[in-house]
């Protein structure tokens, strides 16, 4: 059974690496706005998924990221690659200090206080604040990446650089997922009391999980800059946000698989749909009514956690 | 001063509307604890058939300004509130077991299909009001000239809300709502229909939320498909402000938000308009952390 799997996410990782060869550029683009949501969805999913916590604004994160690689880009020429670390910090900085005082709140009012930082700060971006986000018109001329030396321009260049930084995310929240703090996030969001009684800090792993989901969507931020080369206030609306909330939800809360096909559905889908060019969102939207009938707890829920008694006897006799 | 009470009146003009569409909002979660996303959406569908029966029902053959608007008004609420209770059938009644976030994501897709049914009905661009159905006069108040359209509004929202209140305070119906938010299980076994009780739930929202599109229809003269979004987004930071699930909070919590919205406009900038709102809301928030009117819920242990 697990071997099966793993020869299917083989096959689909290969063909996946090797679509750029037989796609045209519009496709390609396609899949690099696919990723960059499926890395998105990941880092809301810490959030959302694994704390439980209703958080609709994470296109404010990933704002942040955006125009903090863009101005100082755009000032100061520091290359782009170097900015995606100090953009993740300061979408984390901004997470710390805006989920500090609102990370008791219930479900819902959570969920309408992200919603309205998300519009807090968009409409700060285009009312030109402190003079330096462009106001509506946004910030051009932002530059291409280079990686040891060479310059990322072209969308298969973009499509394995934006894959590649999936693959590790995959690969990290994989690891984060089945750590100490994986499990704690998950106890508290089934059982808020039992955790916090189980000696568990919920508020301070709470606020955690808020700042690694936000650094990673500031990182985000920064490769999507450099991919458009022009940012705009109007890229990182409330919609946005509820967007990523759909991937998570649609794909199946707290599973990675499910949060990459969501990624792929929700936005792969309206393409498809092209053909019934204006009533493709329609069509999309009585999709997902379906889908959550049918598949309430996403697509594909995450498994549930296995832990071999024989391999642990193992490991305790061992130590 | 005058621009004081210009924007106050404005302010509860426009929190009059929030008021009835966060209304919607509170009730379903009252009793289902579901944020209906659709129901901006179905805010938006109340003023296109408003538009659409005033232009061709003829109604001002007949009537009086006044009695056009009421027959107008009873009609769009009925129809309204037939899409609602449709779509709690269709929608969410299957997901009424599932975990809430499941019935979000239907109500969000919802909400996209309803948004894009109307833009391929109506059509994407604006669409206006005949200008004639009211009359434009202005009531000389206080040496203050206020549009009687503006004061009319506000009483209709507010003898709506009255009404509202009446039928859930002294109605067996009413008290039938109130018995199925407290506790779903507790109610059924003493008789209550609860899927009844959501269903009525689910015709007056959409209702009051028709009736609220129809206003801003008649109040503005134009509207659009995706007007809906910002208005649900509003009177959902309205029904958080008075404390989700409470109807007289909603209430407060609707005119309180117009009034912020005109007050922040006219004093301190208009281009930050809906963020001193947010911004209110988040320190409302900070200090009381369910809302004005919102019970504090004891943590259950």
Same mark, same amino acid.
């Given at each position: 059974m697990k071997d099966k799997r793993l020869v299917i996410y083989a096959v689909i990782s290969v063909v996946l690496l090797l679509s750029p060869l037989f796609l045209n550029a519009y496709w390609v683009d396609v899949l690099n706005n696919v990723g960059l949501y499926t890395i998105l969805a990941l880092s809301l999913n810490i959030i959302?998924?694994?704390?439980g916590l209703f958080h609709m604004g994470h296109a404010a994160f990933y704002a942040l990221g955006a125009y903090t690689t863009a101005i100082i880009n755009t000032t100061y020429h520091i290359p782009i690659l170097w900015l995606l670390p100090v953009s993740g910090l300061v979408a984390g900085l901004a997470a710390l200090v805006v989920a500090r005082p609102i990370i008791h709140l219930r479900g819902d009012y959570l969920l309408i206080v992200t919603i309205g930082f998300v519009e807090i700060v968009r409409i700060a971006l285009v009312n030109n604040v402190f003079g330096i986000?462009?106001?509506?018109n946004g910030i051009f001329g932002i530059n291409r990446p280079i990686l040891f030396g060479w310059k990322i321009n072209k969308p298969w260049e973009f499509f394995y650089l934006i894959w590649g930084f999936a693959a590790v995310t995959i690969f990290l929240f994989n690891r984060l997922e089945n750590s100490r703090f994986g499990r704690a996030l998950n106890f508290l969001r089934e059982d808020d009391v039992a955790a916090e009684g189980s000696g568990i800090n919920t508020a301070h792993y709470k606020l955690i999980a808020f700042v690694i989901g936000a650094f990673w969507a500031g990182m985000v931020g920064n490769i999507f800059a450099a991919k458009m080369t022009i940012i705009a206030p109007e890229s990182f609306n409330f919609w946005e946000s509820v967007v990523l909330f759909m991937i998570v939800l649609l794909g199946g809360r707290g599973s990675i698989r499910g949060v990459i096909l969501g990624a792929f559905l929700v936005l792969g889908l309206p393409e498809i749909f092209r053909?019934?060019?204006?009533?493709r969102m329609l069509i999309f939207g009585a999709f997902m009514v379906a889908m959550m009938i049918f598949r309430t707890e996403g697509i594909l829920p995450p498994l549930p956690r296995k832990y071999p008694i024989a391999k642990m006897l193992g490991r305790e006799g061992s130590a | 001063m005058e621009l004081f009470i210009q924007q106050l009146t404005n302010g509860l003009a426009v929190g009059g509307i929030y008021a009835l569409i966060a209304l919607g909002y509170t009730m379903v979660y009252g009793v289902?604890?579901?944020?209906?996303?659709?129901h901006g959406d179905l805010f938006t569908i109340g003023a296109y058939l408003g538009l659409t029966l005033l232009t061709t029902l003829g109604l001002t053959n007949y009537l009086g300004p006044f009695g056009v608007v009421i027959v107008l008004a009873l009609m769009v609420m009925g129809l309204v509130a037939i899409v609602g209770a449709a779509l709690e059938r269709v929608a969410y009644r299957p997901l009424?077991?599932? *975990?809430?976030l499941s019935a979000v994501v239907s109500a969000l897709g919802a909400s996209i299909f309803f948004q894009n049914a109307v833009m391929l009905i109506y059509g994407a661009r604006y669409k206006v009001y005949? *200008?004639?159905?009211?009359?434009r006069t202005a009531i000389h108040i206080f040496g203050l000239d206020i549009p009687l359209i503006r004061l009319l509004m506000l009483l209709t929202s507010i003898v709506m809300m009255i009404g509202l209140y009446l039928f859930i305070q002294r109605t067996k119906i009413g008290t039938a709502i109130r018995a199925a938010a407290i506790d779903q299980g507790a109610a059924k076994l003493m008789g209550i229909n609860v899927d009844r009780v959501i269903m009525i739930v689910f015709l007056i929202g959409p209702a009051l939320g028709g009736a609220a599109g129809l206003m801003v229809g008649l109040y503005y003269g134009q509207i659009n498909f995706t007007m809906g979004w910002l208005y649900g987004l509003k009177a959902f930071t309205a029904a958080i402000l008075g404390g989700i699930g409470n109807i007289p909070g909603a209430m407060v919590g609707g005119l309180l938000l117009g009034v912020i919205e005109a007050m922040g406009a006219a004093y301190i900038s208009i281009a930050w308009k809906d963020a001193i709102a947010f911004c209110v809301l988040i320190i409302i928030l900070i200090v009381r952390p369910t809302g004005l009117l919102g019970e504090r819920v004891a943590e259950k242990i």
């Open positions: 959302l998924g694994h704390a986000t462009g106001g509506s053909q019934f060019a204006t009533a | 289902l604890k579901l944020i209906n996303f659709a009424r077991q599932s *975990h809430r005949p *200008h004639d159905i009211l009359p």
